[in-house]
Structures are given as structure tokens and as C-alpha cells.
T-cell receptor, first 119, second 111 residues
Framework: ETGVTQTPRHLVMGMTNKKSLKCEQHLGHNAMYWYKQSAKKPLELMFVYSLEERVENNSVPSRFSPECPNSSHLFLHLHTLQPEDSALYLC??????????????????FGAGTRLSVL | RKEVEQDPGPFNVPEGATVAFNCTYSNSASQSFFWYRQDCRKEPKLLMSVYSSGNEDGRFTAQLNRASQYISLLIRDSKLSDSATYLCVVNQGSSASKIIFGSGTRLSIRP
């Protein structure tokens, strides 16, 4: 048990559906992340919420919309997805110390992921 | 040039062998470095952080060469359970958004 839980573990959706992925961390961390992992590609950072900062990867399409209501919960809202969006979506959390902190502590703990298939 | 580059492998070695991976990074201002391990259809998990002086954890040794901008991972006396994908991770700056993952090196240990 990593302390980061994701639901659902598997999701099949049509291109016209709207769904949401949920992530919850029980580690007291102050940063949460969404990653996309496609076959034979590196992990792609999609969104970060950290110390009041939200950072987006500009290449992420607007059909993905994150929401972070508090430091323990993170959502990824999905709408009108495409088949190429099928992938493993991983949530992670870490403790970011800030500019003066020890970066070696920015260790990411991952949830088990949601395997998404878009038909 | 990719920000973080790894040999994808696969490396297929016999049990008990010693195997080494390298990872190169492009941003000379990168500040911290990690090796993660990812088993098939599972999430990545931290294997070890990489410190400037090099560090060892049991059969695993990690080293950092800032001048040549690479990090390495050495696995001695490999076990069947070491079969996994090993991800090189580089933190390029002080922001949480500057963490870059390599595409991973697949390792397969055969009996």
C-alpha cells in the first residue's frame, strides 16, 4: 500500500462520455501530479498542484481538466476523449520543500493507476 | 536531444550476473536524481536517490557524474525478482513541475 489511492482502476468509455478519475493521498504531502503513460513512451507529466501553484503541460488537450479541492485530493475530468488517449493514468504525490528546500526530498509516490480505454 | 535519455534495452542477463545502466541528461542545472523501478502493469516505485558522492544500497550502487551529465545504476548478483523496468528521474529545478522521467530500461533476469 503506497498511501496514494486511485479510482477506478480500470475505465472503458466512449468518445462522447464524461468521466472523472480520482486520486487521494494519505501521506500529508503538499504536491500532487497527474501523469500519462502510453506504451513504449516515457511518463508524461500532465498537471501539477504544488504549494498553491498549478502547472500545466501545454501539450495536454483541453479535454483533460484537473481539479484539486485540497491538498489530499486530485481529480482528472475527462470529456470527449479520443482513442489515442487510451493509456495508464498515474497520480503521484510528494513533499516539496520550496525554493530553499532539499530537492532530494521531492520523492514521488505513485498510485496504482487507472487504465483507460477509449472506444 | 531528449532531456533524459536511457537505453531501452531489453537487457537479458543470467541470474547472478552484474548489470549496469546509464542515463544521460541534457540540463546541466539539474539538481537531484533518482532511480525508480516499475514492474509490469504496476506503478513506479523509488529504488534509490542518487547522491554526488555515489551511494550503495545492498546489491545496488548509484553514481552521478555531473561533468559528463550521466547517472548510473549497477546491480550485483542479480536476482529473478530484479526483472523490471528501471526509470531514470531528473529534477531540473526547484519547482515541482521540473521532474523529468526517462523512458526506462527493461531488465530481464533468466534462471
Amino acid at each position: 500500500e503506497t498511501g496514494v489511492t486511485q479510482t477506478p482502476r480500470h475505465l472503458v468509455m466512449g468518445m462522447t462520455n464524461k468521466k472523472s478519475l480520482k486520486c487521494e493521498q494519505h501521506l500529508g504531502h503538499n504536491a500532487m501530479y497527474w501523469y500519462k503513460q502510453s506504451a513504449k513512451k516515457p511518463l508524461e507529466l500532465m498537471f501539477v498542484y504544488s504549494l498553491e501553484e498549478r502547472v500545466e503541460n501545454n501539450s495536454v488537450p483541453s479535454r483533460f481538466s484537473p481539479e484539486c479541492p485540497n491538498s489530499s485530493h486530485l481529480f482528472l475530468h475527462l470529456h470527449t476523449l479520443q482513442p489515442e488517449d487510451s493509456a495508464l493514468y498515474l497520480c503521484a504525490s510528494s513533499q516539496v520543500e520550496g525554493l530553499a528546500g532539499d530537492l532530494a526530498k521531492n520523492i514521488q509516490y505513485f498510485g496504482a493507476g487507472t487504465r483507460l480505454s477509449v472506444l | 536531444r531528449k532531456e533524459v535519455e536511457q537505453d531501452p534495452g531489453p537487457f537479458n542477463v543470467p541470474e547472478g550476473a552484474t548489470v549496469a545502466f546509464n542515463c544521460t541528461y541534457s540540463n546541466s542545472a539539474s539538481q537531484s536524481f533518482f532511480w525508480y523501478r516499475q514492474d509490469c502493469r504496476k506503478e513506479p516505485k523509488l529504488l534509490m536517490s542518487v547522491y554526488s558522492s555515489g551511494n550503495e544500497d545492498g546489491r545496488f550502487t548509484a553514481q552521478l557524474n555531473r561533468a559528463s551529465q550521466y547517472i548510473s545504476l549497477l546491480i550485483r548478483d542479480s536476482k529473478l525478482s530484479d526483472s523490471a523496468t528501471y526509470l531514470c528521474v531528473v529534477n531540473q529545478g526547484s519547482s515541482a513541475s521540473k521532474i523529468i522521467f526517462g523512458s526506462g530500461t527493461r531488465l530481464s533476469i533468466r534462471p
